[in-house]
């Protein structure tokens, strides 16, 4: 359902993105971590047709974002990593608006309005404008927002910063039950037990490159041989973007904890 082709992405000396292939299947939660600067929001942005590509393709259930996008960009809901909105709208006005961008019926809209408000607890709030909201409100109404319509597809950027653990909690559950209705879920995340407990496989990119991709299981067996589920998705990612010596040096400069029990 979604399918990147060689994507690349060069802004002066900088390349980005370098020819970037992967694919997500119907049904799928893909996690696409990354360190900061790694190219993960430029990758989304691509595949959403927000940002074209300097070389290569990319493909929403087998339509080309760029060639056809209004067509692609019909199938596709987006969650930004920063969740802007019109302060002067109400959460219902928001999500009323972008049921008239994506021509729903209005009385289909009005009830899946209806049941995403309910689902996200903003029921008791919606009237209210989105400028008295907190960080985490803005968070639920941009998600509801891009399940609106049903897309096929969903991507998210950093879709649980700034939401309490029982938002969070919700969210995860949201996204497993639009996955398991054939749907395909894109989700860049720097919380790595959740891309270990939620996602089907995941992809590391590190300075534009994409180095490893497969199911956690997979991961450990390549990367780390031998070691069994004893060894979590932080190990293997810190193993694949050099950070074990960030890591090594957090140990020496942590206080001795025999030290401290003396004290």
Do not use: W
């Not at 992405?9 to 993105?17: C, E, M, R």
């Amino acid at each position: 359902m979604i399918r990147a082709e060689g994507l690349t992405k060069v802004y002066g000396a900088l390349t980005a993105v370098n020819e970037l292939t992967l694919s997500v299947g119907p049904g799928e939660i893909f996690g696409f971590l990354g360190p900061n600067g790694s190219g993960k929001t430029t990758t989304i942005k691509m595949l959403c047709g927000l940002l074209s590509p300097t070389a290569g393709r990319a493909k929403i259930c087998g339509i080309d974002v760029h060639e056809k996008p209004v067509e692609a960009k019909a199938m596709i809901g987006y969650v930004p990593d920063t969740p802007n909105v019109y302060e002067k709208l109400t959460a219902r006005e928001l999500l009323q608006f972008v049921a008239d961008l994506r021509k729903m019926d209005p009385k289909e809209a009005a009830d899946r309005m209806e049941e995403l408000l309910y689902m996200f607890e903003l029921s008791d709030r919606q009237d209210e404008l989105l400028s008295t909201y907190s960080h985490g409100m803005r968070q639920k109404v941009c998600i509801a927002a891009a399940l609106l319509d049903e897309p096929r597809v969903l991507f998210l950027d950093e879709p649980t910063v700034g939401l309490d653990p029982k938002s969070a909690r919700l969210v995860k559950e949201v996204l497993r039950q639009f996955a398991q209705t054939g749907r395909a879920v894109f989700m860049s995340t720097h919380i790595l037990e959740i891309a270990e407990r939620m996602c089907d496989r995941v992809g590391i990119i590190h300075q534009g490159h994409l180095i490893a991709e497969g199911s956690v299981d997979d991961l450990r067996r390549r990367v780390l041989p031998g070691t069994g589920e004893a060894v979590s998705l932080e190990d293997l990612f810190l193993k694949l973007t050099g950070g074990e010596e960030y890591k090594e040096l957090i140990k020496h400069l942590a206080p001795d904890a025999d030290n401290l029990q003396a004290e």
